[in-house]
């Protein structure tokens, strides 16, 4: 027992010395302390705690500095100072402010800081904590956490009163239990915010270092962005630097400082339902504070001033430049039938910090729509430095002499999607205007639906055969936004006889209403129905005024739809491209030769699933086009329009008269510009990215848009055909042929024989298919001209027969075109009644078919040639992107072909123009008849006579002279 009596001696000794500790404290906080009068127990056991835990600390901080008392002089020497300078610095602090018509929120503070003199203090100039409202004293745990069971017990104190300042809001709008504030019911509760990040360069550095200026700043930004800032805590940083958090009501504001540097980066985050993309001029304005001449060159210290000074780069002093970003952050539901604008193009355009410049122009909300506009610079093509030097005349730089290329891509959102930009204006307007109207040959009227920033308006008034324009605009807000913030859209300024805007132009028609109602009211089946039994009633009255046509019901000759996307998910886009009554109106709006034009937004990928189930509102309007009775249509994309993706656009055309238009080559295409165009006061071309060379690349539609067509159910017949050879096919060059005289007789000339076995479904020479010699309309229509024109053109007439001899017709491009087989192939003649051998593949050749037997055709109920164009569909983009491949063809064998025995083709596939048919079939029955030869045989024997007859002529010159 004597050995354990003194263990348990120590430790009731030292348990009696706590006990007398804590009596001792008790006495002494219950007599002196300030806190302790009129507390009862519970609130007066938590005073005692917290003394406790102070003096606990205070003699644990003792104990440290009287072992290093001697190495800390200089150290409490700093802390005094610090001290000094932080009570004087939060008299200047100004405190946190509630907006005007808030009321005070009820919150618990808790906050745990180093101790005052611990070493986390000496990296600090200052420290200082201020708050909105008397703040509750709860107990802190060494964590920093509250514990607090009974909210009863906490008591304000009075220091956080004192910190509220004179700007504390009066006790009528402090939240409390008894009268709680009204709730907004409107306002959203959801686990989502708005997180803004801004970075400053080129900051004043005093600025950058005062504690004072900035958290000025920070409430500032706070009161201006009407959000409610509870408390902030701010750290002076040695040797420079300030560090700055700002509790929110809705989250949290914070920044730091580098001053030698001139950098300030900004955080700010919250979950209220206002918007924080305005706040950004106002932190710009705040933060951004400039160094003494920010923006202009100064000459280095010493130079002379006398007059000669030449600025150099190295002294220019560059103002404050921000780069900020804006992103949602969170969980929101979804928006059935549409979207948050946040959410669409613009949010990805305010979430990209890495972009050089950003600045919202403006923002405007009409009774349709949200409309903004921002001015954006991206590091890839371009910096801010660049432009800044653009702004500056008076030095001589690149930028400087060519400023309009340094500019700020400006670009509009509607409702948050991107709608057009700057450095895509003229690509993206140029490419959806001007294949459709060089489709048409002589447009005078033309109708824009939407385009309300005028630059489709602007490209269309560039066409000299324009009489009127008209363009009908819902959103005349929109309207007259673009002429504030978008005036380089509709600047006609430029165009001879125009105005200095497109809308004023004396040919422009504006009117501000929905356009399917207009066309509907207009041109639809009732309203042309009533029209043809009000012409039979007015058919019969002779009075004079009846015949007076309403201007507005005049069709059109080219319609241009320049609206929503059809990818856009909202109810009026689905109204705009799944309206069969909308559509027809626009099909009967339309001249004859009438074209419609609209734009289909972002390309496919080759990767995409097919438009039937992928792009439903775009597959339906594009069906409807074809089965409405438009004769031929002409997809197309441009890649340089300003958006993320390559742009579609669809031109269809009433008649098949524009295919020709539509495939003119590059020189006749730059002509009709030339022709075409109104000319410019400044002598410029009025076109800065449409020409001959860029509507080639309109010509043939891309790839995407082919393997997405052959991706429908049921997969279309061409997707088999066309789209190159078919693999495991053997071919037999040109050297297994040869030619000799025909076996059919005399009058058939040459033919061509094989000289080995050749399998059924071989190919027939094929590497020589394509080499043809190609007659273009064009080309055929002026040889016909001058030769009767032209006295003495006896080898244009050659060339003519050369042509029609030995080539053959095809419409896949345009009317009346000849190919003709550049090698020994073009010596393949016709196989009569059924003999033909060889052919391109297709049904026609088929035995059976009616056109596979030339004797057996009865002309009286066959009145039209075999589709020799292929085009069995209005929309067809395998055909049109193989044009040349279906034009020249790739014979192959229909049967099996003995060595030594002679090819023969089916010439009714020769023929394409129903002109021409009848005539065409019936000179080839007189020629498998006998009674007739072929063209070539023809044309030879004629050039045997003509030959005969002129040695015949010399003779007899001969012997005249020798008579003489």
Known sequence: MARSSLPTLILATAVTCVLAFVAGTACRVLLFHPRSHGLGFVDGARVILNVLKENVSSNTSYADSENSRAGDASNDATRAKKRTMSAAGKQNLPAPRLHGGKVMPQTRYTGMAFPENGRGRDAVRSSHDLHIQEQEECLVTATGTGENNDETTCRSTSSSANNAGADAPPPAQQYNTTNPPPIDENEEHLPAGQHLLVDIKNVDADFLNSEERLAEAMVEVVALSELTLLSYHCHGLIPEGVSCVGVLLESHISFHTWPDEGVITLDLFTCGSGLLVPVVPVIERLFGVPVEGAGEYHPPEGTADDGEYIPQEEDYVPPPRMVWSHVLRGFRPE?????????????????????????????????????????????????????????????ATYESMNPELYRPNRRVYLDGVLQSTSRGDESYHEALVHPAMFAHMDPERVAIIGGGEGATLREVLKHNTLEEVKMIEIDEVMVNASREALPGWSDCSDLEGSASSCFDDPRTDLRCEDALAWFIDRFSDEVADSSDDEEEVDSSDDDEGDDVI??????????????????????????????????????????????????????????????????????????????????????????????????????????????????????????????????????????????????????????????????????????????????????????????????????????????????????????????????????????????????????????????????????????????????????????????????????????????????????????????????????????????????TGHDAASRDIKAGEELFQNYLFFISWAEDWKDEVMHLQAQCRGETFGQIKADENEALEEEEDSSDDEEDDEDSSDDE
């Open 335 to 395: 928006i059935e039938g549409g979207w948050r604008p946040l959410e669409a193009d613009i949010g990805d355009t305010l979430g990209k910090l890495e972009l050089n410049h950003k600045k919202v122009i403006s923002t405007t909300v009409t009774p349709y729509q949200q409309i903004d506009v921002l001015d954006v610079i991206d590091p890839l093509h371009g910096t801010s430095r660049s432009y800044e030097r653009s702004l500056h005349p008076e030095v």
């Open 550 to 887: 309403d201007i507005d019901a005049e069709p059109f000759d080219v319609i241009i739809m320049d609206a929503l996307d059809p990818q856009d998910n909202i109810e009026f886009a689905d109204a705009l491209y799944n309206n069969d009554v909308f559509l027809g109106s626009l099909y009967r709006a339309l001249t004859d030769d009438g074209v419609l034009v609209l734009q289909l937004g972002e390309s496919p990928h080759n990767s995409d699933p097919s438009e039937q189930t992928n792009n439903k509102n775009r597959h339906h309007i594009m069906s409807m086009i074809e089965d409405i009775g438009f004769q031929s249509m002409h997809i197309y994309e441009e890649s340089h329009c300003g958006f993320n993706y390559p742009w579609s656009f669809l031109v269809a055309c009433k008649s098949d008269k524009c295919r020709f238009n539509w495939y003119r080559n590059e020189a006749e295409i730059d002509l009709q510009i030339h022709y075409r165009m109104m000319r410019t006061k400044s002598g410029s071309s009025p076109l800065r990215y449409f020409d001959g060379a860029t509507m080639k690349s309109y010509q043939d539609p891309p790839k995407a848009w082919e393997t997405l067509y052959c991706r429908r159910e049921p997969v279309p017949e061409h997707c088999n055909e066309y789209r190159g050879y078919h693999k495991g096919i053997e071919n037999y060059s040109i050297d297994n042929f040869e030619v000799r005289m025909s076996s059919i007789g005399d009058g058939a000339g040459r033919g061509v024989f094989a000289k080995v076995d050749i399998p059924q479904g071989s190919f027939i020479a094929a590497e020589e298919s394509y080499k043809k010699v190609h007659f273009t309309y064009t080309t055929t229509y002026l040889m016909e001209v001058v030769k009767g024109k032209v006295q003495g053109a006896d080898d244009l007439r050659d060339l003519i027969q050369y042509a029609y001899g030995y080539g053959f017709q095809e419409k896949v491009v345009a009317d009346y075109e000849y190919f003709v087989d550049s090698g020994i192939l073009t010596f393949v003649n016709h196989g009569c009644n059924g003999t033909n051998n060889i052919g391109d593949g297709s049904s026609g050749n088929d035995e059976g078919s009616t056109y596979f037997n030339e004797a057996t055709l009865d002309l009286s109920e066959i009145i039209n040639p075999p589709k020799g164009s292929r085009r069995e569909s209005t929309f067809d983009p395998v055909v049109d992107r193989h044009l040349h491949v279906i034009a």
